[in-house]
C-alpha cells in the first residue's frame, strides 16, 4: 500500500488576530501538501492547518467515525480535505481538485498519515509556545 501524508511547509501565525481557539485554528496557516507515495493530490498555500489537524483530532477520536469531511471556518465548500470509505479501503481526496483521488487505502495507512501529521503540528505548536493541548485537543 502507498503512503499517505499530509505536510505543510511555511507555518504563518501572522494573521492571528487575538488568543482563542478560534483565532489559532483560523490565524495559524501553511502550505498544505496532500499526497499518495511521492505523487501530490492537493496543495493549496495558506491552508489553516491547525483547524485541519483539530478536526482530524476529533474524527480520529469517535466511536462512530464515518467519512471526514474537512468543514473549515475558512472556506464555503465542505471537503478541502476528505477520507472517504469505499469498498476497496479509504480514498483520500478534496473537492478543490475532485478528478483527482488516491488509491485505495488501508486504515492503517489512514490513521498513521493524520497522526503523523497531528504530531508534527503538536510539535510547531509548542514551539511557537502554545499549548496544542488548549489549541487542539480539546
Do not use: H, K
Not at 64 to 78: A, H, K, L, P, Y
Request: with cysteine; aromatic share 10%; net charge negative.
Amino acid at each position: 500500500m502507498a503512503i499517505m501524508r499530509l505536510s505543510y511547509a511555511s507555518l504563518d501565525g501572522d494573521n492571528i488576530g487575538g488568543t482563542s481557539q478560534a483565532d489559532y485554528l483560523v490565524g495559524l496557516d501553511a502550505d498544505l501538501t496532500v499526497s499518495e507515495g511521492p505523487a501530490p493530490l492537493y496543495r493549496e498555500l495558506a491552508f489553516p492547518v491547525v483547524e485541519l489537524a483539530r478536526s482530524l483530532f476529533l474524527w480520529l477520536n469517535d466511536a462512530n467515525r464515518g467519512d471526514f469531511m474537512f468543514d473549515s471556518m475558512s472556506f464555503e465548500e465542505i471537503g478541502a480535505v476528505s477520507l472517504t470509505r469505499g469498498s476497496s479501503g479509504w480514498v483520500v481526496g478534496s473537492v478543490f481538485s475532485p478528478d483527482v483521488l488516491s488509491n485505495p487505502l488501508d486504515w492503517a495507512e489512514v490513521e498513521s498519515g493524520c497522526r503523523e501529521f497531528l504530531s508534527q503540528i503538536e510539535f510547531d505548536l509548542l514551539s511557537l509556545g502554545l499549548d496544542p493541548g488548549e489549541v487542539i485537543l480539546r
